[in-house]
């Protein structure tokens, strides 16, 4: 196996558990501050609520994706999560 086949073969997972918990818990937590605005409480307080559970969901995405057993899984939670959420931002997106 050449330097460059091994490279890839251990820091590629690396680098993807990297991407998914950068990029993937951002998604993640804007979809999740954007869902907020859905809840029956005022306006303003949902907007609160939306950013603040964004920190947690954004450490919970990155926490999520480094304790997967593999990358692939780590990608596949963050999908299932992100489905819900999308559902529930796009009714507030059409409004």
């Avoid at 918990?21 to 303003?44: C, N």
């Amino acid at each position: 196996m050449t330097v460059l086949a091994r490279l890839t073969h251990t820091a590629g997972p690396l680098l993807s558990r990297i991407v998914a918990a950068l990029l993937g818990g951002y998604g993640l937590a804007a979809l999740a501050s954007v869902a907020a605005v859905a809840l029956p409480i005022s306006r303003s307080e949902a907007v609160l609520t939306g950013m603040l559970t964004s920190f947690a969901i954004y450490a919970g995405a990155v926490i999520w994706t480094f304790a997967a057993r593999s990358a692939w899984r780590a990608w596949g939670g963050l999908l299932v999560v992100a489905l819900p959420l999308a559902i529930v931002a796009s009714t507030v997106w059409r409004q």
